[in-house]
């Protein structure tokens, strides 16, 4: 695979394309032309605002009134998109381009719900199409290199190669490069990418992405570093707080990863994820006690972790209140039997455990 060397240069924003207008021929007086105009800008700030439904209710009149115009179509495929349902975007997507061929953010659109549906081979063939179209896109030429790495097709390293020629510093689509890069395993390269996006932006999401791939080719200490600097222009940003946490707690630095944790608890008290992973940092601490608080907490908001009562358990047991670890071993059996192994393992560990020479009995001891 190509090299992907690093450079700096001036920030290139990514494109992004407004729905357009009918075109004359389809529009019979002015007036027209500019209700239709207001009722798609009312429908692209209801779908930036989140409310997708009215979107879609304006969406679907502007086709009622005007089944010919193709931004009408491209419209509902766009709110189709943000809802999720991928049949309806291409359905859309392809009846906009049936009546304006060759439209990029039809065919953009097509090829990210192919893609999304798993249907990669389409999905390449349309956003192909839409580079051939309107090469200036970058975003036409990202998606054209993701699914060509996808597909492990040879092509990619021209791609990758075309993509640091014309788009060195567009920071979004060097991020998605390297979210695919990482989830191929390639981290060397996932990492080069993702450090690109860094230094041309700064953005949580892309420091959290290098860090990902630091940790994955072993390298915590420059991980953290990374993840402190962060966190220092992003104080309340719970995210950072975890992994800086999570990294630091691999490395052993116990009371740092706790220090790090505790603040942002405060300033989201209602994130599982944060309380998890205290409580791991407090039990490998040897404060049950904490971990007991924090593990109810997390159980309070995310019932169904099975992991959560499984370490609860443990705490408990530790603490010798071996009839509620009981109970909170049973839960996380009802909710997961393979957490069976790891129960029978703890309820038999010193000082206040359990030794049960039948697996059978001990199983059917835990059911409700």
């Known amino acids: 695979m190509v090299a992907l060397q690093r450079r700096r240069g001036s920030n290139v924003a990514m494109k992004f394309s407004r ?37 879609e209710t304006l969406a679907r009149a502007l086709v009622d009134n005007a089944p010919d115009d193709p931004a009408a179509h491209l419209l509902v495929a766009t709110v189709a998109w943000q809802r999720g349902d991928h049949d309806e975007t291409q359905r859309w997507a392809r009846s906009c381009l049936a009546l304006k061929a060759k439209h990029a ?126 966190r220092a222009r992003s104080p309340a940003n719970a995210e950072v707080a975890l992994q800086l946490a999570l990294c630091l707690h691999k490395l052993g630095e116990l009371a740092a990863a706790r220090a790090e944790l505790e603040p942002v608890l405060t300033l989201d008290a209602a994130n599982a994820n944060l309380w998890f992973a205290y409580g791991l940092i407090c039990q490998d601490s040897h404060d049950p006690a904490a971990a007991i608080t924090a593990y109810r907490r997390t159980l309070e908001l995310s019932p169904e972790l099975a992991e959560g009562h499984v370490n609860l358990g443990i705490c408990l047991q530790q603490t010798g209140d071996v009839a509620a670890a009981k109970a909170a071993f049973g839960r996380a059996m009802q909710l997961r039997p393979d957490t069976f192994g790891r129960i029978a393992q703890a309820l038999s560990a010193e000082p206040r455990g359990e030794l049960w020479l039948d697996p059978e009995r001990l199983r059917r001891s835990l059911a409700p």
């Open 19 to 55: 729905v357009p207008a009918a075109s004359s021929r389809e529009l019979t007086t002015p007036d027209d032309l500019r209700q239709r105009t207001e009722a798609i800008s009312a429908a692209l700030t209801s779908l930036r605002e989140g409310r997708v439904r009215q979107a």
């Open 105 to 230: 953010p039809a065919l953009l659109l097509a090829g990210r719900a192919a893609r999304a549906a798993g249907d990669l081979d389409h999905a390449l063939q349309f956003f192909r199409e839409a580079a051939q179209c309107a090469p200036e896109r970058a975003d036409a030429a990202f998606m054209t290199c993701i699914v060509l790495l996808e597909l492990g097709d040879p092509e990619a390293n021209d791609a990758l190669r075309d993509l640091l020629r014309r788009f060195p510093d567009d920071a979004e689509g060097w991020h998605e490069i390297g979210i695919v890069l990482h989830k191929a395993r390639k981290f060397e390269a996932s990492l080069v990418a993702f450090t690109r996006s860094a230094e041309v932006a700064q953005n949580p999401r892309y420091e959290l992405a290098r860090a990902a791939s630091l940790r994955e080719l072993g390298r915590l200490g420059e991980a953290v570093d990374i993840l402190r600097k962060a």
